[in-house]
């Protein structure tokens, strides 16, 4: 709780990844940031060129789609609300579900908050801008919410017999609105940015958002990770702590050397945005898989 | 002194034990209130927002509304892969609730697909996988809601929800009535059956009124039902095969020796017999008054 507040505390800190920029580079210093943009445009992209200009790659959204009219994907957490409400996903949602499962118990399931989910772009705005006016004012309420809120999403359709979390759920609403129309919902993705910006910092993908808190649970044991292999070299620049959406994943693999705590992220909310390895010009971090850990 | 010192430590240890225990308490239990607060709003909301208008029609084989609003995920794969781009996926704000595919019946109607791709597409079973037949389908059922205004009741040849009906006189009939107000003429008033209806909305977008006079409505709202215990004495007696109750004892008609009463047709019969009570020939009667007066004597 304590290591939290302090770590948060240090992410008021302005003027963060000079070092980085002035050693590696603006290309280096953002590899990883801008790999993740192109990822999360690209597949909106994939989605639009159908309704736009009539070529289908992609049809449906993010909560299920077909894939050039062969390849079935599903969300497993929208299905686990039908599911909860009683109702059965058919045999290609199934396999879509499973595709999306295996995929994330690989990658890591909060892959999905960092490279593919559309309000990421929206709650880094808001980080950075955060970072920009030094606004240091943050309410404080547990990161645990969210599982808090994940359990309470799906009580909900077994009580009501609805997919409720889904008329208010921001990331189908987001990836919904700009695929088939947004009507109303920018206020809600404006509702969003203004609560990471003035309200909570990290607010909505680091302590409610209950998707990422779904997708978290499939991150235990995922091979995918980012690990702080040179973490010998850490000068204490602190910038990682500043820029990582979930600063507490960090500190145990950074600074457990002592207590012989692997340097494996080895923590459900890393999302393995990549932004620790852009921003270190120490270059402590790296990907890495599962079974190299040291 | 150090032993002094040591059980200091040991109070204050377990004086940040209870500390960080009812801090943690308090966390977990503002939160899980907070978080149920939220529910009990949600919960609440969805309740009223999935009370659709009755002008939402939903794709061919949704669920009924209530498990429809559990079944749906909402992915949108129906609406891409309806060749005749009528349905919608519903956006915030709109009186539908928000993400559900629909469409309105005035606006585009359903085109009836044979191979009913929507349907195919649903990943989940909002829509119902065993709806294979379009004609099957019962997205809503076409009333002819405005008598008044519909100018087939004026006595005008219209018929234009008739002609255009997919499932066209078994939908729709023509049923010809008594023009009252000129009184020598015909009205042809079209008639919905619903057991042929598939509220496919072809009826309603082609009425040529302003507002249409036939609507497509859901099922609930525009089918009535009689009571269980109602019994209808002519089925019953048809499926049985006979009267269920005491049998009707014939009734005596007084009628003139050989003619009787048929009960199907409703309409009198002369026997065949020899013995009618009138001759063709005049002078038979008069014989057998004659016969009769003798007989008196």
Redesign the interface.
């Known amino acids: 709780?304590v290591a939290t507040t302090l770590d948060e505390k240090r992410g008021e800190k302005q003027s963060v990844g000079q070092q980085a920029l002035a050693k590696k580079g603006w290309l280096g210093a953002n590899k990883w940031l801008i790999l993740r943009r192109i990822s999360q445009l690209s597949l909106l992209l994939l989605f639009l060129t159908?309704p736009l200009w009539g070529v289908?790659i992609i049809?449906?959204?993010m909560?299920?789609?077909?894939t050039l009219d062969l390849l079935?994907l599903?969300?497993p957490y929208?299905?686990l609300?039908?599911l909860m409400?009683?109702?059965?996903?058919?045999q290609?949602?199934v396999i879509?579900v499973l595709i999306i499962l295996t995929f994330y118990l690989l990658v890591g399931g909060r892959v999905y908050c960092s490279w593919i989910c559309p309000v990421n772009m929206v709650t880094d705005a808001a980080a950075w801008m955060r970072r920009k006016l030094g606004l240091k004012v943050s309410s404080q309420?547990?990161r645990?919410?969210r599982y808090?809120?994940l359990?309470?999403t799906l009580?909900?359709?077994v009580?009501?017999?609805?997919?409720?979390?889904?008329?208010?759920n921001p990331v189908?609403?987001m990836f919904?609105?700009i695929?088939?129309?947004?009507?109303?919902?920018w206020m809600?993705i404006v509702g969003i940015f203004l609560f990471d910006l003035f309200i909570s910092q990290r607010g909505w993908c680091g302590h409610l958002c209950p998707v990422g808190a779904f997708y978290s649970l499939l991150s235990k044991k995922s091979v995918l990770r980012v690990s702080a292999s040179k973490r010998d070299q850490c000068d204490d620049c602190n910038d990682c702590f500043v820029v990582c959406p979930e600063p507490k994943v960090i500190r145990p693999a950074l600074k457990g050397a002592k207590q012989g705590i692997s340097p494996l992220i080895d923590e459900m909310n890393c999302t393995n945005c990549g932004r620790c390895i852009d921003i270190c010009d120490e270059e402590v971090f790296s990907f890495t898989t599962r079974s190299i850990k040291r | 002194m150090s032993n002094e010192k040591g059980r200091g430590d040991t109070v204050q240890n377990a004086n940040k034990a209870i500390l960080s225990r009812r801090?943690f308490m308090g966390?977990t239990l503002?939160?899980?209130c907070?978080?149920?607060l939220?529910?009990l709003g949600?919960?609440t909301?969805?309740?009223q927002?999935?009370s659709t208008p009755a002008w939402v029609i939903r794709p061919p084989g949704a669920l009924p509304e209530?498990?429809f609003?559990?079944?749906?995920?909402?992915?949108?794969?129906c609406?891409?892969?309806c060749p005749y781009d009528m349905l919608k996926?519903?956006?915030?704000?709109?009186q539908v609730?928000?993400?559900t595919p629909y469409f309105v019946a005035r606006d585009k109607p359903c085109e009836m697909c044979e191979d009913i791709p929507c349907v195919v597409?649903?990943?989940?079973?909002?829509l119902d996988?065993d709806l294979t037949v379009i004609e099957d389908a019962r997205m809503g059922l076409a009333v002819l809601i405005d008598q008044e205004e519909c100018i087939a009741f004026q006595g005008l040849r219209c018929e234009v929800c008739f002609n255009v009906c997919p499932v066209q006189g078994d939908a729709i009939t023509i049923e010809m009535s008594r023009n009252p107000r000129s009184g020598r003429h015909a009205m042809f008033i079209p008639v919905v059956h619903s057991d042929s209806c598939t509220g496919c909305g072809k009826c309603e977008k082609a009425c040529i009124l302003d507002e249409a006079a036939i609507k497509v409505l859901p099922m609930e709202l525009a089918k009535g039902l009689v009571g269980e215990h109602y019994r209808f004495g002519w089925k019953q007696k048809k499926v049985a095969g006979e009267s269920l109750v005491t049998p009707d004892v014939e009734h005596q008609y007084n009628l003139p020796e050989g003619v009787s009463y048929d009960y199907d047709t409703g309409k009198l019969s002369e026997a065949k017999s020899e013995e009618t009570p009138y001759s063709s020939n005049p002078l038979d009667s008069l014989k057998r008054f004659q016969q009769q007066q003798e007989e008196n004597k």
Not at chain 1, 63 to 66: H, K, N, Y
Not at chain 1, 85 to 90: I, R
Not at chain 2, 69 to 77: E, F, Q, T, V
Request: charged share 15%; net charge neutral.
């Open positions: 709780m159908g289908w049809k449906g959204n909560a299920s789609s077909l079935p599903s969300d929208v299905m609300q039908a409400s009683g109702n059965l996903p058919t290609t949602g879509g309420f547990s645990n919410t808090w809120l359990l309470l009580v909900l359709p009580i009501t017999g609805a997919i409720v979390w889904e008329l208010f189908s609403l919904r609105g695929i088939f129309g947004m009507g109303w919902a809600v | 801090k966390e503002k939160t899980a907070g978080a149920g939220l529910g949600m919960g909301y969805s309740r927002a999935e209530e498990q609003s559990g079944a749906c995920i909402r992915c949108g794969l609406v891409r892969d996926l519903a956006e915030l704000g709109e609730p928000f993400g597409a649903c990943p989940t079973h909002a996988h």
